[in-house]
């Protein structure tokens, strides 16, 4: 046993450096590609931002000029955060990043832009778990069902427009689908409440959050 202590010790201490290395190393690409990382999630957010609200619509930068967690007194809405678009440092949209609790498959990720006079400027799907080839139609590479919101408004609040067609409404269902879109449905139109009530917070809040998604 005595003679095999020198060696165990001689393991250990290479154990020991080589464990010491592999952290070094993984410490030193974590910091050479951290800002790569941040950059790309910048430019990402600004992509979907630039989709949903007209670059002509803006002369600030969105993904800087936000709010996170806003108040809000309806419950059955769940904001993230609000982008704020302003041109010439007047508001002209803002999108909003909230979520379709009630989705086919769970939680719809959206964002919803809405233009300063109550119409939809653009809506997009972040994540979701939604059926292929039935509810993932939500999402712009498999189908421009989620373009069909752009111009839209709620005239009062007896609208019962907003509703998919099987419910007596003006927007399509999916085949085989109905619940995906009429969750889309829903929370858009309740953004757009929470929009046209909330207005004067949204654009008057300091901003409080940083540039990622």
């Known amino acids: 046993m005595s003679e095999l202590t020198p060696a165990i010790s001689k393991n250990s201490k290479i154990l020991g450096l080589f464990a010491v290395a592999c952290t070094a190393a993984v410490a030193l690409v974590q910091l050479l590609t951290e800002d790569r990382i941040e950059l790309q999630a910048q430019q990402q957010l600004i992509k979907q931002l ?105 005239l009062d609040d007896n609208d019962n427009r907003w509703a998919v067609i099987k419910d007596g409404g003006m927007f399509d269902q999916f085949t085989g689908a109905t619940i995906t879109p009429r969750a889309v449905v829903k929370t858009v139109r309740k953004t757009i409440d929470y929009f046209q009530a909330n207005q004067e917070v949204i654009f008057n809040t300091a901003s409080n959050c940083g540039a990622e998604l």
């Open 50 to 154: 630039n989709q949903v609200i007209k670059t002509s619509n803006h002369d600030n930068e969105m993904f800087r000029d936000c709010i996170l967690s806003p108040a809000n007194n309806n419950t059955d809405l769940l904001i993230d955060v609000i982008y704020r678009a302003r041109l010439n440092k007047v508001p002209t949209a803002a999108a909003i990043k909230t979520v379709a609790p009630d989705g086919y498959s769970g939680n719809i990720e959206l964002l919803i832009a809405i233009n300063i006079d109550g119409s939809v400027s653009g809506v997009r799907t972040l994540l979701h778990k939604e059926t292929p080839g039935l509810g993932d139609k939500i999402e712009l590479r498999k189908s421009d069902w989620i373009e069909t919101f752009a111009g839209k408004k709620v």
